[in-house]
C-alpha cells in the first residue's frame, strides 16, 4: 500500500514497530484473551515501553510528542495485524486527549506519564443504561463536598472498562441545566477503591477479547482539582469538541478493516479451487473483488483527505460525521460480499473474516450511532 500523504519517514517508522508489535506480541495470544474477555494487561506496559501509548501527548507530559498521524498510523497496523484485544486507540487517541487539552498542569504530570508508559490504561465513562448517543439525558451524579467529588451513577459499554486504572466521568454536576450541568471528572481506581466497583465483561457478538464492562459509582469521592476545564459545566462542550476525533478514530479502523478484508479474500479466492479451477478465475468473484476494492479505495481518499485536515486542524464536525458514518456503512457491506467468498469457511471464527464481520458491527453504534451522524451532517447543509 502506498504511503498516505500525511504520513512521513517517522511515521513509517512507528507504523513498523506497531506492526512489529502486534503481529508478534499480541496477535499470538488472541485465543486467550477470548477465552478471558480481556488482554493482558502486561501489553499495555510492553507498548508503553516500545512508545506506541499516547505518541501525540507533549514531551514534557511523558508522551512521544508526535502528531495524530502517529496515532493513526499504530491504529490501522493494530487492525490489519489482526489484534481486536488491545483498546490502545480508546487509551491514546480518545481518553489521552481529554487530559491533554483539558486537565490542570498538575493532573497532567502526574496522570500522562503513567498512562504514556502503559502503567495506567485510561478509559471513559459516558453512556449509561438508559442512555446511548443522547449524552444529555445522563443520571451520573456529581456533587460537590469540600474538597471532593461525590460520584453516584453507573455506566455500561465502558471499553477498557475491566482493566482501566483511570476514568473521565460524564456527571451531571448540575441536573437542573441540561446539558450545561454536565461535567466530566477524571478518577482514580482500582479494584479497592471505596464507591467503585466493576460489574460484568460484556459478552459481544464481536471484539471478544477487548474488555467492555459495566461500572459502578457508589459515593466514590474525587478530588475536586480533578474536574476537566477547571469549571463545572464544560463537559458537554468538552465532549463536542474531541468526539470529531473520536469518529475519526472508528472511520480509521472501518477503512483499515475494509482494505483487509479484501487482501484477505483476494489471497483466499486465488488459493482456492473450485470446478477444477481458482475461485478467483469465475467472473462473479472477480467483479464482486473489483467493486469491493473500488469502495475501500474511495473511502481511503476520503479518510486520508479527513486526516490531513485534521492534522492542520481545519476538520470540521460535519465531515468527520461523513466519515464516519459513510466508511462504517460501507465496511459493513463490504465484509458481508466478502464472507460470501469464502463460504462455509467464512462462518468459521478460526477465519479471520469472521472476526472482522463480527467486529465490524459496532462501529455504526459507537462514537455517535450512524442515525445520530446523518443528523449532525444535515445540520451543516
Not at 498516505?4 to 506492526?19: F, H, I, K, M, T
Not at 443522547?134 to 451513577?153: C, N, P, W
Request: hydrophobic fraction near 40%.
Amino acid at each position: 500500500m502506498a504511503r498516505p500523504a500525511w504520513s512521513d519517514d517517522e511515521v513509517e517508522a512507528v507504523r513498523e514497530l506497531a506492526r512489529n508489535y502486534f503481529e508478534k506480541e499480541v496477535v499470538p495470544h488472541e485465543e486467550k484473551f477470548v477465552e478471558q474477555g480481556h488482554p493482558d494487561k502486561a501489553l499495555y506496559r510492553r507498548a508503553g515501553e516500545l512508545g506506541l501509548l499516547c505518541p501525540a501527548v507533549a514531551e514534557e507530559f511523558g508522551g512521544g510528542g508526535g502528531t495524530f498521524a502517529h496515532e493513526a498510523a499504530i491504529i490501522e497496523e493494530q487492525v490489519r495485524a489482526g489484534d481486536g484485544a488491545l483498546g490502545i486507540p480508546v487509551h491514546s487517541s480518545i481518553i489521552a486527549p481529554y487530559l491533554a487539552e483539558f486537565g490542570s498542569d498538575e493532573l497532567k504530570k502526574r496522570i500522562l506519564p503513567k498512562a504514556a508508559g502503559g502503567e495506567m490504561v485510561l478509559s471513559i465513562g459516558m453512556t449509561e443504561p438508559g442512555t446511548g448517543s443522547d449524552l444529555q439525558a445522563i443520571k451520573t451524579r456529581a456533587v460537590r463536598e469540600g474538597d471532593d467529588y461525590v460520584i453516584t451513577g453507573s455506566k455500561i459499554f465502558i471499553s477498557n472498562g475491566w482493566l482501566c486504572d483511570g476514568i473521565i466521568i460524564a456527571a451531571k454536576t448540575d441536573p437542573e441545566k441540561g446539558a450545561a450541568g454536565v461535567s466530566l471528572i477524571f478518577a482514580e481506581v482500582d479494584d479497592n477503591t471505596p464507591g467503585f466497583d466493576r460489574g460484568r465483561i460484556l459478552s459481544k457478538i464481536g471484539g471478544k477479547g477487548q474488555d467492555t464492562a459495566e461500572l459502578f459509582f457508589d459515593g466514590l469521592r474525587v478530588p475536586a482539582t480533578n474536574l476537566l476545564g477547571g469549571a463545572e459545566g464544560q463537559g458537554f462542550y468538552q465532549m463536542m469538541q474531541l468526539l470529531a476525533q473520536e469518529r475519526l478514530v472508528t472511520a480509521i479502523m472501518a477503512v483499515a478493516m475494509m482494505e483487509r478484508a479484501v487482501e484477505l479474500t483476494v489471497e483466499y479466492t486465488k488459493g482456492r479451487e473450485a470446478f477444477g479451477k481458482p475461485l478467483f478465475a469465475m467472473q462473479n468473484t472477480k467483479f464482486e473483488l473489483a467493486e469491493c476494492a473500488t469502495i475501500a479505495r474511495t473511502n481511503r481518499v476520503f479518510l486520508d483527505d479527513c486526516i490531513t485536515r485534521h492534522l492542520r486542524g481545519e476538520l470540521d464536525i460535519q465531515s468527520a460525521a461523513m466519515s464516519k458514518y459513510w466508511s462504517t456503512d460501507q465496511l459493513g457491506i463490504v465484509v458481508d460480499r466478502c464472507l460470501q467468498l469464502f463460504g462455509g469457511y467464512g462462518y468459521m471464527t478460526e477465519y479471520p473474516i469472521s472476526q472482522l464481520y463480527t467486529g465490524a458491527r459496532v462501529l455504526r453504534i459507537l462514537a455517535g450511532s450512524n442515525e445520530v451522524m446523518k443528523d449532525l451532517i444535515a445540520r451543516g447543509l
